[in-house]
């Protein structure tokens, strides 16, 4: 099993930022894909970013590109999120998650943390 917990969402106005981290624990060794994914109200939830823990590579949303950037923190187990640019289309519930290899959809993923609401006003 895989725990994953998330901080650092909150209330911004556009143009503000926010940083995201996601911190897991337990065998953590058999996931190699860190990923943010975002669910707005009435909405499908969606693929934000990802990073792998081996090489470091990354893959974005084309919509958060330029404005978010993923990394990651192998000594601590960290995954973190920054969020620049915030528009009121970035509002939503984001999620941790975690699972073998990238991918932008969300079965592919067993593992997820609890979401941290993420809120930029106009």
């Known amino acids: 099993q895989v725990q994953l917990v998330e901080s650092g969402g909150g209330l911004v106005q556009a143009g503000g930022s926010l940083r995201l981290s996601c911190i897991a624990s337990?065998?953590?060794?058999?996931?190699?894909?860190m990923a943010w994914f975002r669910q707005a109200p009435g909405a499908e939830r969606e693929f934000v970013a990802a990073i792998t823990w081996s090489q470091g590579s990354t893959y974005y949303l084309d919509s958060v590109k330029g404005r978010f950037t993923i990394s990651r923190d192998n000594a601590k187990n960290t995954v973190h999120l920054q969020m620049n640019s915030l528009k009121p289309e970035d509002t939503a519930v984001y999620y941790c998650?975690?699972?073998?290899?990238?991918?932008?959809?969300?079965?592919?993923?067993?593992?997820w943390g609890q979401g941290t609401q993420v809120t930029v006003s106009s």
């Open positions: 998650a975690a699972g073998p290899v990238v991918a932008g959809i969300s079965r592919n993923y067993d593992y």
């Open positions: 337990g065998r953590t060794f058999s996931t190699d894909a």
